[in-house]
Every structure is written in structure tokens, then in C-alpha cells.
């Protein structure tokens, strides 16, 4: 295909993958010089813009019509995505049904999507002249001097001048311009504090480090055991092995779990650099760390859900803690699940994979039980500390002040005057729930979110002045009278966080109260700063789901769980299991450490069948029993979902495009896939939009696919598609 002559290559038809909505390739004409490889970026005009590419494949001489454009630029001498990455990002397009071009553009980092070159990563430092160490006695105290001083025996890593010498940059450059110091490319490896023993393993550690150490190739495992029972010394044992093979290894966690305590755990019990990949990171550094993981400078990366698209080219193991944990589905976009993801790429890596939970998703627990994953189970709290003991109180008929009874109240003032502390969580930010009007019954909703048939309150705010709407962030002042029939008798129903926080301040007058929930805690590491300006001392922590993760509160003995009924009934069948793991997640916050700990669960509903199983038997028992209703009702992990939604100003034309979607997938389809649709979404108006889906089922993956396969080239080219923005979702993890 490729010729050794520069200029015969010139006119060859490159098939690239653009970054567009249109599920197909598009052909270029090569330029002159040498021919850009398969995961090559090229610059390539389309329409009246240009766009970066990437080379998917080589076409021959022959399918090259006339008027072919020409590749304006190769941006790769060698290809920036090629080998296992490449070809799991190609399967990954196929499995979600989305264009290739738009998964490779998910995949890379900003800049990297931009065309620009692979970051310089070599690591620089600072070091003296001649001059400089002639000098150095003699220099004025002062920035440069200290800075002299740290670099005298030797050149100095600038990622450590910044750690450790505030305003270091400025006095290099005072050092520079007197020719007493220079900046330096530094070799090898950085320092990095030798790896540090952990405590020894139990019996069920053991077990499982060993399991993981000596598996030979793809081998999955789910590591299940409570909070506090010692997933992460397993994990960290595991990567040990890893580096030791001199293999790398990539960890993802859910992004409120990558907190600086976590990091500092893994430097220090490592001995080798940790590179991070998160949300919060600006584009540069991101695009280093893809960098660092290409070229095996990066031996241990633990990141987010993107961090699934790191290349791995020395790839040893996989880990993924809080595998249950739902922000690894990406939600826009590409629609992709980074847990699902990345047990691909370790069986294509061929490395052992482990998904860690105390709560693991019902797919996963299925596939254990199914044998197609190793179960571990650590059974134990490590260390000595006791599970907590959980009383469910029963608030029907009792006097509530912003949903908290008095057992409750009681029992947090009994847990103070002890020294302890206490969460009190709510799932729920803000003051209320609903502004109502106690004359007519009139109720504050978004225009933009509410239709004919349902209205979607906003949540009241700021102590009742403000009304916000959580689905689109709508924002408006409440108003002063019922704008209905012009009474004064607005009342905010219910209780959020901040009712809750203004009832326990009134009540616990003198003592420390700290709300944390979005509205509260709004940088990324703003949920870590609180906790940890929290400390140690006797206060009441208020929050949102927010803070069943992060930091680590030894002193935290109670915690009162408080309006969780309405998640006892929801239509969506996940709910359950959501439910039920964001219970375990919050219960076991209480007593990590020494202290034994307690948790009240306030309900109206102490005989709910979901509460019995999970209080009696746990987790697990509950998971048993969810998994028999699944596969009665047909649910996944038995079926396989895919959700085609469709959003427009005019319900007609959502239901046009779904109706003629459905119709398309009727003609490819076998028996065995079931449709239903179009129907309204579970929220059918959202920031002015109508929404109604297609839901397709199936028990077997392959039909499903097939059919969508066979179907999409023509639900694309459908004139009605023109008319609403749509979307595919295969496996869903919510159905809104
Ligand atoms: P998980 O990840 O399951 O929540 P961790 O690995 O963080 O659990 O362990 C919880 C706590 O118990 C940590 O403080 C850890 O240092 C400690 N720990 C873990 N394993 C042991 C062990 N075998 N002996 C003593 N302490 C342990
Ligand atoms: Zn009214
Ligand atoms: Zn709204």
C-alpha cells in the first residue's frame, strides 16, 4: 500500500475518523511526504472549517474519486493512538454505536484533540553555575538565597522547588539574569520517599493479595468487603506486585473519592511517583499525564472516569474501587460506562482486573456468582474496628421539626455531651423541597421543566426568599403572596439540608454545625477542606450524599439517616439498589475507628421490605433478593437495555422521530428483542424541552446490537431526525 517514494504517496485515500455526529469515515486525499500512519492526527478541511482527525485506515488508489480534499497537515510522525488503545477505542465505538471519531476525541485529552503535539514531559530542574557556587556564601539573605542554598548540593526537581519554597520561580529568574544559576533537563526517575509497610495482612487480605499477585493474564475479580475491612491495603499490595514485575497500573476511582488523604496513602506506601487524571486538572496537565502513561514514565496513575483512556503500554493491572459507584457511566455524549470499559481493556491487556466495593453493583455481584468473576471477600473490619449498630426509628404520629423526631434530637445531644459527632444526613439539598400555598393549594414550579399533566416544584432556598430549580437550574425570587389567589400563606414544605442545618443550630445552640451539600461546597476540593477544618472536636455535620465518601472523620459515632421514604417508592427499577448502597455507604461512615458506632434511620415505614432484608441480613441479603425480582421482571443484569431519547420543543416531533426509529428497528429485529415507545421520560419537559424515549430490551446482547447495528444508518438518514436531538444510551444507569 505504501510506497518508499515521498511523492507517490501523495493522492493516496486516507479514511479518517472526524470528531462529527455522522457515523462514517471520511475520505482524504494523502498529502506529499510520508504517509500518515492508522492513529496519525491529521488537519483536514471540512466544510468551511478545519478539523483534527485521526487516520482509521487506508484506502486504495481505486475507491479515490475526483474532488477528493487533500489531509492540509500529519500532525503524528508515529501515531498517538495505536496497539491495544486503538483497537479497544474501536470496539468501544461499536458497542455504544457512536462514530468512531467521537470516541477518539472522548479519549484524548484537550489538547491533544486540538492538534497539539504530545506535551515535553522530561522533568526539569535547577541547578548553580560555577558562579552561583562561588557566590553563595556571600549572597544577601533573601528568596534567591534560600533558593541558592537548597540548590548547593545539586540540581533540584522543579515539581520539589514548588512543593517546598513558595515563590521559588522568581527568584530562579533573579538567580538567572546574574548568570549564578540555570534551568537543567533532569534524567531518570524522581526521588520519591521509599515504599512504606502497611499493616501486616489478616487471613482474608492474604487471600485475596495472593488471588490477585498470581494470576496470569485477564483474570477478573470483585473484592467485597465493608467500608474499614482493608480493600485499599489489598489494592495496594496488589500494585506493589505490579511495579515489582515492572508492570504499570492504572486505578480509577469515583471523583469524590480521589481525595488528597487517598493520594498521600499511595505516595507514601508506593515509593513511585502517582500521577493523577481528574476533572479538576487544566487541560495542560491532563495531556502530561496521557503523555507520562504513553511513554512509561508513569508507573502508577489513579484517576476518574477518563482515566479509563489512558494507554497502558507496559499495563500489569487494573483496579476499580467503588465499581457500584454511578459516575462512572458518562452521561452525555458518549455514553460510555469507565467500570464496563476498563474490564475490556484489561482482558485485551491481558492483566488482572479488580473491582472493589462494599456494595457491589448487582451486574457485578451476578457475574461473580455466574463464575465469571473471582469473588474475594474480606469479612472483617481490619484493624479491630466493630461494624456499627443500627436502630430504625419510627416516626409515624411523632412530632417532627424539620423531619427530625425527638428520639433523634435526643440522641444527638446524648452523642455531644459525649464528645462525639454526628451526621445527620439528607439526601436532599437546599431549605424545602416545595413552596405551597396553604389558602389554595397553588405551588411553586418551573416553567421550563413542568407540562400540562406535571408540574416539577423548585426547591426552596436561602431561607424561603429564593426558588431554584434542580433539574435547569432555573432562579427566581420567591414570591410574597400566592400568585394565584394573593394570599400570604406560603409555607416551604418539608425539609432540606438547610432547614435541618437552621433547626439544629437553633436546638444545639453553641455547638459547631457544618452543612456540606453542593450548594455549600462548591470546588472540587471544598468538600476535603471542610472535613478536614471539621478536625476532631464535637459538631454536628449536616449533608447530602456528598458525605457518604471522602475524608475520614475517626470521631464520627452517629449517624441519623432522615428522609429516605420517598426513595422507598420510586417507579425506576435501580432505585432499590441505589437506595440501599447509599445507606450501607453513609452507615459505614460511623465508627471507623476505634469508637463503635451508631446509626438511627428515621422512616415511616419501619416494616418496608427493603429496610427488614438489608437491617437483618445485609447488604447481601438484600442484593439476593433484588436479583430474584430482576429476573422475574426482567430487568438487567438478565436483559440488556438500550434507551433511544428524543428532546424537542414539540412533543409531536419527538414522538415522529421515535415512532419511524421504531419502525426501522422493527424491520432487522428477531423475536427476542422487546420495544416499548415512545413513551414520555420519567421527567417529560426539562429547560423548555419535551422528552420522550424508546426503550429496547433484550435477554441476549448480540440481538440487541444486531438490531441496532442493522437499524442506526437509516435512523440517521430519517427526515424526521432533523427535527429533535437525539441520542442512544446502551446500558443505561438511568432511565430519565
Ligand atoms: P477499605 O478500603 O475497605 O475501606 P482500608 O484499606 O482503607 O479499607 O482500611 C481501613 C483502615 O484499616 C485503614 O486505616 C487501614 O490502615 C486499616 N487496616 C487495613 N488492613 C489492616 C490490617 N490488616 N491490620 C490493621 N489495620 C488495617
Ligand atoms: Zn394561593
Ligand atoms: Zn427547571
Known sequence: MASDDPAANAGQVLRIALPVPLPRLFDYLSPSGALPEVGCRVRVPFGRRELVGVVAGHGTGADAPDGLKQVLANLDDTPLLAGELLASLRWLARYTHAPLGEVLATALPGPLRHGEPLPDIRRRGWQLTADGRGALASMRAGRPRILATALAAGAVDEALLAARLEGWRGAARALERRGLAEAVILEGSPAAPGGVDGPPPNPDQLAAIEAITTAAGFAPFLLDGVTGSGKTEVYLH??????????????????????????????????????????????????????????????????????????????????????????????????????????????????????????????????????????????????????PAVRVVDVRKRPLQAGLSPELLDAVQRELDAGGQVLVFRNRRGYAPVLLCHDCGWSACCARCSSEERGTPMTVHAAGRRLQCHHCGARRPAPGACPDCGGLGLQPQGAGTERIEEVLQERFAGQRVVRIDRGSTRQRDGLEKRLAEF?????????????????DLPNLTLVAVVGIDEGLFSADFRAPEKLAQLLIQVAGRAGRAAKAGRVLLQTHHPDHPLLATLLQGGYHAFADQELELRAAAGFPPFAHLALMRAEAKQVADCDGFLRAARERIEQVAGEELELSGPLPAPMPRRAGYQRTQLLLSSPGRPALHAALHAALPAIHALPEARKVRWSLDVDPVDLY
Open 535 to 551: 478536625g476532631d472536636a464535637p459538631g454536628i455535620l449536616v449533608g447530602t450524599q456528598m458525605l457518604a465518601k471522602g475524608h
Open 238 to 387: 496488589a500494585i506493589a506486585g505490579c511495579l515489582a514485575r515492572g508492570r504499570q497500573a492504572l486505578v480509577l476511582v469515583p471523583e469524590i473519592g480521589l481525595t488528597p488523604q487517598l493520594l498521600a496513602r499511595f505516595r507514601t506506601r508506593l515509593g513511585v511517583p502517582v500521577h493523577v487524571l481528574h476533572s479538576g486538572l487544566a487541560d495542560g496537565e491532563r495531556a502530561r499525564t496521557w503523555a507520562a502513561a504513553l511513554s512509561g514514565q508513569a508507573r502508577v496513575v489513579v484517576g476518574t472516569r477518563s482515566a479509563v483512556f489512558l494507554p497502558l503500554p507496559e499495563a500489569g493491572l487494573v483496579v476499580v474501587d467503588e465499581e457500584h459507584d454511578s459516575s462512572f457511566k458518562q452521561l452525555d455524549g458518549i455514553r460510555y460506562h469507565a467500570r464496563d470499559f476498563a474490564l475490556y481493556r484489561a482482558r485485551s491487556l491481558g492483566v488482572p482486573v479488580v473491582l472493589g466495593s462494599a456494595t457491589p453493583s448487582l451486574e457485578s455481584l451476578a457475574n461473580a456468582q455466574g463464575g465469571r468473576y473471582r469473588h474475594l471477600r474480606l469479612h472483617q473490619r481490619a484493624g479491630g474496628a466493630r461494624p
